[in-house]
């Protein structure tokens, strides 16, 4: 760009800067700005050029035009020549002084350009500033700002011109009489001071290093004197605040001897001014900055003060800091600088004034004072070294504080003594404990979140800020890596410390890891000398235990398992391989789950392996034993945490079972069963998990002490029969009996295949049975604790599983099978028909699913005793509750169904014959035509699993017809016309299994598959299909393919890839010769396409259908017949929710 091209830019962007947006001013602004920066000389010209020109032009556009200069000099300015230069700082002047009155927008922008031209032509600019100043005249306010604001910015530049300033402006200080102008020339002192004070410390750099402070000595006590004897009496708060604020800096410049006598006047003068002022972070500065004067050259008036000058300072730190007010926290670094002072000069006096007031309750004196302690504790480390046993022993009160701010501040002093080593003193422990307590705290509700830039303390929760403080020192402070190390472990197994098991196992594990590294010795733990910790079987258990609720506490599970691991030479030194092989795979698996997607069994069957495992590494019984010994004792540790509880139990019982001691085993196993707690189900449950895993090694031993411990004492005597009358007493016992019908049940479903058919009967349950049935008096009770009776559900259900899992269930005869599956029928009879409110139905139906496997076979009157009362158990519930009725009661629900399906599968697989099949369905008929659609569509629902299962297992070994298809498909066709969408696409799948079980046993193969009945099937989405003329027209045709399925020849099929010799009649045929009635009633239905009621407007008969006239039929599909639209909108049942199941 040339330069005419350049100047015209400038001037039309100078030209619109007067517009009257601010939007397009600030454009304007930023374009100047761009301009400058590529062409700085040029465009500086121009700016000069508009104002000197343009003499008339407002003061906030000139304003604007000086910043814009200001912006391209900040970063420009070493590109200027000295002509630019003068003419710029000639315009700034001219500007700045143009007018006497105060217009502060426009004289500070031109202050800025003068400040900006000053960091590179100094000499030039204070030149012109010493123009403006004449003797015995007051300067320009302007002025006073910009010379303050050049000695900030280019003190070494200023500082040798100050003696030539100050004797200009000394003399008219007392002229002085507006407060504005006091004001700006205490601005201009303290800025002064600031600039020497900056150039004395930096002598090295300046470029004058004679230089001393003897040069402004006496004209800075002379404007003191000023300041402090007159001004600092204005009633002006302003003023006395900018006269504070030029004293401290000043203070530095006195001449000693001056300094030591204004001291007494100075230091009470300062204090007094706390109670006129609400913000007192400047004068908290400048105090702070006398303090350092004073001590700076060796002041003894200071111990004089230091009382009044101690209380004040304590009550400014214990005013509560409010986050809005960023001067209040600025306040406070101040305070605590002058605290500092105070503590390198006189750390005795001021420990005895802090330490006293620790002992105080209230809340904001001990807060305060204890960040003043961990202040002091930081920065006058050295004046403090031997202050450290007082310091330490004067924290005993605070730390019974539980109030949550003191809580936080003693942290944070702990914090701090751990980096200066108090905590290696007598009594640090006190301090780690206090640490660790804090970790276990339980976790806070997450505050608010502060609003932008904003720091509030209480977004720390003491919890929080202790975790951090416990990590931060374990893992930055190596001298205290021999004061926590084995320390930390003892924290390990107390209840009270559980919630601070994730932040001690990440410390610990840091810590053995350094301990590694400096080597064996360093490592091993030498347990005989720290007799307070925990032993390797203690750390075991716990450990292995709290990892089974892996995310719990911030992810124990993970830091507990990689402290196990790395403390594997003081567990047992033939460890270390396997662990190291074993944990990452456990860490790996939980890396790869959340704590709502963990399979708990399998998580916790991983760790009984790992156990299992180790214990066989170790293959050393005294060590076995001493671990099960371990573990018993920590089960009380438990009672607050059922599910940890429950997998100790599976741990102990894993420990024992590795155990070659049978009096171990037997000691252990009574001491279990009398100290139970078997009130809590999930207790109960434990135990009996304990003696089944037991069982599998120790059979034996574990049956006879369940009969020894029924025989003793203690339990004779929960059993007496006064208490049997006693509800509370009675409800006790049968919690016990529970606990032990239960603990056979597992030992059935654990113990060895080979061994547990020899004591099915003869042991189990006999007593089983003998602990359900209570007698009184020779009477027999009927017991009403529904806990009872769900353990004898779910014991015999094991003992069942059992005996069909036995590759010798074969030769089985269980005598007791029509006992036990009448009393099963028992229960569920006994449960309400119309609600399902415990898993005792589902539990028994799973229970006689694995009885009717067994041998001997139930007779046909048990069998058809237990078909019809569990479909009538089941059926007549109420419709299937939906999600917002309760997630569980709906799981139960769905578990309950597939219970029964399960057992109607077994007693099928029983008798897989047509005649089989027959008599189920004949069972399901009368619920498949109720009149309630939920009733009907779960008929149809176990039709269809039933037909489907007899289809896949079909093995034909002549070729029969299927005699009894005509009666089934006249059963199941009507559904396909069903008020409910399920039903009828059940009934669909249930016409579909029955033609391929007729195709099957006329001998056609499993894979065969026929064009006109897949049709059939590809016709179910159009049943359930919103439209009406899609749905109509759907029903129509499956009534039309029915009836071409009952009349389709079968000559040209195939069989098994061989073409089938011709038959002398069709294959449906058997359908009109079998039920030639029912044929002709589902060939009009179908003809008429099988309508619901509403279709043709007639009313619903009982049975959900209706057969619509000929003349209905007749109607084109695409037609909806009348009130088509409200027949799929409802059922007339109030629009029940369908039961639909994914097979």
């Known amino acids: 760009m040339t330069e005419s091209s350049m100047k015209k830019l400038a001037s039309t962007l100078l030209d619109a800067i007067t517009d009257k947006d601010p939007l397009v001013q600030e454009q304007v602004c930023s374009a100047l700005c761009s301009l400058g920066e590529a062409r700085p000389v040029e465009t500086l010209r121009a700016c000069e050029e508009y104002l000197r020109q343009h003499d008339k032009l407002a003061h906030p556009y000139r304003a ?150 003897d040069a402004f000595a006496t004209d800075i006590f002379s404007a003191y004197d000023v300041l402090f004897h007159q001004w600092l009496q204005s009633r002006e708060a302003k003023l006395r605040l900018a006269v504070v604020e030029a004293l401290g800096p000043m203070s530095h410049l006195l001449p000693s001897e001056r300094l030591e006598e204004q001291l007494p006047k100075l230091l009470p003068g300062i204090l007094a001014l706390y109670k006129k002022h609400a913000e007192t972070f400047y004068l908290s500065k400048s105090l702070g900055q006398i303090l350092e004067a004073a001590v700076s050259v060796g002041s003894r008036t200071l111990e004089t003060q230091l009382d009044a000058l101690l209380a004040a300072l304590h009550s400014q730190i214990c005013v509560p800091v409010e986050s809005s007010s960023p001067l209040v926290m600025s306040n406070q670094k101040e305070v605590l600088r002058c605290f500092t002072v105070l503590a390198c000069s006189s750390p005795d006096r001021l420990l005895a004034f802090l330490l006293p007031r620790l002992d105080t309750s209230n809340e904001r004196t001990r807060v305060g004072t204890l960040q003043v302690v961990r202040h002091v504790i930081n920065s006058a480390a050295a004046q ?189 030194p033939l460890l270390g391989q396997h662990w190291e092989t074993t944990v990452p795979l456990l860490l790996g698996y939980l890396d790869e789950h959340t704590e709502e997607t963990l399979p ?35 089960l009380p540790c438990y009672d607050e945490a059922p599910q940890e509880k429950n ?16 009096e171990v085993v037997r000691k252990h196993l009574q001491e279990l069963l009398e100290t139970a707690r078997y009130q809590e189900e999930a207790e109960r449950e434990g135990l009996a998990c304990c003696f089944g895993i037991c069982a599998i090694s120790h059979l034996e031993d574990t049956l006879a002490q369940l009969e020894d411990f029924v025989r003793s004492e203690v339990f004779r005597k929960s059993i007496g029969i006064l208490n049997i009358f006693k509800d509370r007493s009675e409800n006790e016992v049968e919690k016990v009996k529970s606990a032990l019908i239960l603990c056979y049940g597992h030992v059935a479903a654990r113990a060895p295949r080979e061994l547990v058919l020899a004591k099915v009967e003869s042991d189990i349950l006999r007593n089983i049975c003998q602990h359900f049935s209570t007698k009184v008096l020779g009477i027999k009770v009927e017991t009403k604790d529904p806990a009872l009776k769900l353990c004898l559900v779910q014991s015999v259900c094991m ?93 139960l629900y769905l578990e309950t169904l597939h219970a029964l399906e399960d057992l109607l599968t077994s007693l099928l697989q029983r008798n897989m014959t047509p005649q089989g099949l027959q008599i189920m369905i004949e069972h399901l008929s009368p619920w498949i035509k109720s009149p309630r659609g939920h009733e009907r569509a779960r008929a149809l629902g176990l039709s269809a699993l039933l037909l489907r299962y007899f289809l896949e297992h079909l093995r034909v070994s002549a070729l029969v017809p299927f005699h009894n298809l005509g009666l089934l498909i006249g059963l199941f066709s009507p559904r396909c016309a069903d008020l409910w969408p399920a039903t009828r696409q059940e009934a669909v799948d249930c016409v579909y299994s029955l033609l391929y079980l007729q195709l099957g046993y006329e001998g056609f193969s499993r894979d065969y598959r026929d064009d006109v009945a897949e049709r059939l099937l590809s016709l179910k989405d159009g049943l359930v299909h919103p439209d009406p003329a899609i749905l109509f027209h759907t029903c129509h045709s499956v009534g039309q393919l029915v009836k071409v399925l ?41 003809t008429t396409g099988l309508l619901p009621a509403h279709f043709t407007g007639q009313k619903e008969p009982e049975g959900g259908y209706c057969d619509p006239s000929p003349a209905a039929a007749q109607a084109p599909p695409s037609r909806s017949p009348p009130r088509f639209q409200q027949a799929l909108a409802g059922s007339g049942e109030g629009d029940p929710t369908p039961v639909q199941r994914a097979h």
């Open 384 to 572: 403090m070294e031997d202050k450290k046993p007082f310091i330490l022993s004067s924290m005993r009160l605070p730390l019974l504080d539980t109030n949550s701010k003191v809580k936080r501040a003693v942290v944070q002093v702990i914090s701090a003594m751990a980096h200066h080593g108090y905590l290696e003193q007598p009594g640090g422990e006190a301090m780690i404990e206090y640490i660790v307590q804090q970790c276990a705290l339980p976790p806070e509700q997450e505050p608010e979140k502060p609003g932008p830039g904003s720091k509030d303390p209480k977004a720390d929760s003491v919890r929080a800020i202790s975790v951090r403080t416990l990590y931060l020192v374990s893992t930055t402070v190596d001298r205290m890596s021999h004061v926590l190390w084995p320390y930390l472990l003892q924290f390990l197994t107390p209840v009270r410390f559980t919630g601070a098991l994730t932040p001690l196992c990440r410390s610990l594990v840091h810590l053995a890891q350094k301990r590694q590294e400096a080597g064996a010795d360093a490592f091993l733990i030498q347990y005989d000398a720290h007799a307070s910790l925990p032993s390797p079987y203690a750390v075991t258990g716990r450990l292995l235990v709290v990892s089974s609720s892996p995310y719990l506490g911030d992810g124990r599970g993970a830091a507990a398992l990689r402290l196990l691991s790395v403390l594997h030479p003081n567990i047992h």
């Open 1046 to 1086: 009952c009349l389709l020849p079968s000559e040209g099929r195939m069989t098994l890839g061989t073409a089938s010799p011709p038959r002398p009649m069709p294959a449906w045929s058997t359908l009109r010769l079998s039920s030639q009635h029912k044929l002709e009633e589902l060939q009009g239905d179908c």
């Open 600 to 634: 708990q069994e399998e998580w916790e069957e991983k760790l009984l392996m790992f156990l299992r495992d180790t214990l066989a590494i170790i293959s050393d019984n005294a060590w076995i034993c001493q671990l099960s010994l371990e573990l018993c004792r920590q």
């Open 799 to 891: 003992v069942s599983r059992a005996i069909c899992s036995s590759t010798q269930a074969g030769s089985f005869h269980f005598t007791r099978k029509a006992e036990l599956v009448a009393q099963m029928m028992e229960f569920i009879r006994a449960e309400p028909p119309d609600s399902l409110r415990t898993p005792i139905r589902k539990k028994a139906m799973l229970t006689c699913t694995y009885l009717v496997s067994v041998e001997p076979a139930l007779d046909e009157q048990a069998r058809a005793d237990v078909i019809h009362g569990c479909l009538h158990s089941i059926m007549a519930l109420l419709p299937e509750p939906k999600e917002e009725d309760g997630g569980c009661q709906k799981s």
């Open 64 to 213: 604007a035009v000086l910043r814009a200069m200001e912006r391209v000099l900040s970063s420009r300015a070493s590109e200027l020549d000295k002509d630019t230069a003068s003419t710029i700082i000639l315009l700034a002047s001219s500007e700045m002084t143009k007018t006497k009155d105060l217009v502060w927008d426009w004289q500070q922008a031109a202050s800025g350009v003068l400040v900006a031209v000053g960091r590179q032509f100094i000499s030039k600019v204070m030149e012109e500033l010493l123009r403006r100043l004449h003797p015995g005249t007051l300067p320009h306010c302007a002025v006073l700002h910009t010379l303050a604001s050049l000695s900030v910015a280019n003190a070494f530049g200023v500082v040798p011109f100050l003696p030539s300033v100050l004797s200009s402006l000394l003399p008219v200080l007392g002229v002085a009489k507006q407060d504005t102008v006091r004001v700006a020339f205490c601005s201009a002192l303290q800025r002064f001071s600031e600039g020497a004070l900056e150039y004395l410390a930096n002598l090295d750099r300046a470029p004058d290093p004679t230089v001393r402070k």
């Open 647 to 662: 997998f100790l139990y599976k741990c102990i019982g894993t420990t024992l079972g590795a155990a070659s001691s049978k």
